[in-house]
């Protein structure tokens, strides 16, 4: 019983730290330096194979999060 609300408590912390993570990822994106070095960084080759992968399970994430809502 103590493993079940242990993890029901640790749903509203992950929904804060994701959305906090969010906010300062969007914030982030607002500089144009860091906005250049992302682009720079999507653009390596070892990275441009695994990006559309990622940026999948980073909306699966999101879709799974926001239905936790």
Given at each position: ?69
């Amino acid at each position: 019983m103590g493993k079940l609300l242990r993890r029901l408590k640790a749903v509203p912390d992950v929904l804060v730290s994701y959305s906090l993570l969010r906010m300062e990822v969007q914030e982030a994106l607002g500089d144009p330096q860091v906005r250049t070095a992302l682009d720079r960084f999507r653009s390596d080759p070892v990275i441009a194979a695994i990006y559309p992968r990622i940026t999948a399970e980073w909306r699966t994430l999101e879709k799974a999060l926001n239905q936790l809502r």
